[in-house]
């Protein structure tokens, strides 16, 4: 009797040598070359080669910002993720900012352009004959149709540049807010696996110290009842090797799923600065080219000033005014006596 005891003894303890070694195993591969920051588990440097980049010589999004930082005051950490987003969000308020920079230009042309207007009206000069009467009344002219240079100018600028940068900016506003809703909410499930994992971990090391402290009583005292103990212990030992298992799994599909969508919203987040960048590139250069028009009508409301103006001839003027208010030819002379 004593003999079959001995062995089912011997057998116990082989089998709960074998379970302790694998559950062990198991943590120990949780923590061997890995580091957890802030819920994301990293390879420790000295255990992997290095990290081919996503993107090699692009200097990419997605290459860069994996890591948390400390936010500038020191005092806590931000994402990777909203650092990029950050520096969106200063884009989308450069780009408000410019459109503001436009509309104040577009104030000044329609404040020039009714100034001019109201210029061309005044009748100072109105008198003044000849070429000069000519060249003068084209001058007036030319504010008016200097004017409506400038009012045109204006309405294009609305149009073409102002309102299109801040179209811009409120379909990258709603982009920049379903992104960040959609990270967050990946990295809140990736801290919810993270927490279930370390909860199991610690479950699966409180059943393999009991388990331990049963195997070390059986060695002193065998008994029915601490062998049934024995076998209890190992079945919720092994049961919260499971559980730890499916949580690392939940947790490295999380994770898996957030490195995935890290890395598609990164190089679309990339994609929209390009598009930001050239899109304002784009209306400016249209900024320069209808200020380029306007200088262009500009100079040709000039054009016929300046014809007038070579034209002027103070004899040829002096000529005709003598021929249309001359009074008569004949000079008068001395009396004689």
């Known amino acids: 009797m004593m003999g079959t005891v001995s062995n089912c003894h011997c057998h116990h303890l082989r089998a709960s040598g074998t ?83 436009i509309r104040e230009r577009i104030k000044i042309e329609e404040e020039y352009a009714k100034n001019l207007a109201k210029l061309s009206q005044i009748p100072l000069a109105g008198q003044e ?21 400038h009012l045109k100018f204006s309405s294009k600028l609305q149009s073409e540049v102002e309102k299109p940068l801040l179209t811009f900016r409120e379909n990258f506003k709603k982009d920049m807010k379903r992104f960040n809703h959609h990270i967050a909410e990946l990295r809140k499930q990736l801290v919810g696996r993270h927490s279930a994992v370390e909860k199991a971990r610690k479950a699966l090391a409180d059943r393999q110290k009991d388990l331990d402290v049963k195997t070390q009583q059986l060695e002193i005292k065998l008994s029915n009842k601490m062998e049934e103990d024995i076998k209890k212990a190992q079945r919720k030992s092994t049961q919260a090797g499971d559980d730890l298992m499916r949580c690392v799994d939940l947790y490295n599909q999380s994770q898996s799923k957030w490195f995935e969508e890290m890395v598609t919203t990164s190089l679309e987040l990339e994609r929209l600065e390009v598009e930001r960048v050239e899109m304002i590139r784009q209306h400016l250069c249209q900024y320069t080219t209808l200020r380029h028009e306007t200088d262009m009508f500009n100079q040709s ?25 001359k009074t008569g030819d004949i000079r008068p002379v001395d009396i004689e006596i």
Do not use: H
Not at 20 to 26: A, H, L, Q, V
Not at 44 to 68: A, G, H, N, V
Not at 75 to 101: D, P, R, W, Y
Not at 139 to 148: I, Q, V
């Open 301 to 325: 409301t000039m054009e016929p000033v300046d014809q007038l103006l070579q034209s002027v001839d103070p004899a040829r003027d002096r000529e005709l005014w003598v021929q249309e208010q």
């Open 129 to 149: 004959e000849g070429t000069l009467g000519e060249a003068w009344a084209q001058l007036k002219k030319s504010l008016a149709d200097e004017a409506e240079v």
């Open 19 to 101: 379970i302790r070694t694998i559950e062990k195993c198991i943590l120990i591969s949780l923590s061997l070359s890995l580091s957890q920051i802030n819920c994301v588990t990293f390879p420790l440097p000295m255990s992997t080669p290095e990290q081919q980049l996503l993107k090699p010589d692009e200097w990419s999004y997605c290459d860069y910002f994996w890591m948390d930082k400390k936010d500038p005051q020191g005092t806590s950490c931000i994402s990777g993720f909203e650092v990029l987003l950050q520096k969106q969000l200063k884009g989308k308020q450069m780009q408000k900012e410019m459109a503001e920079f």
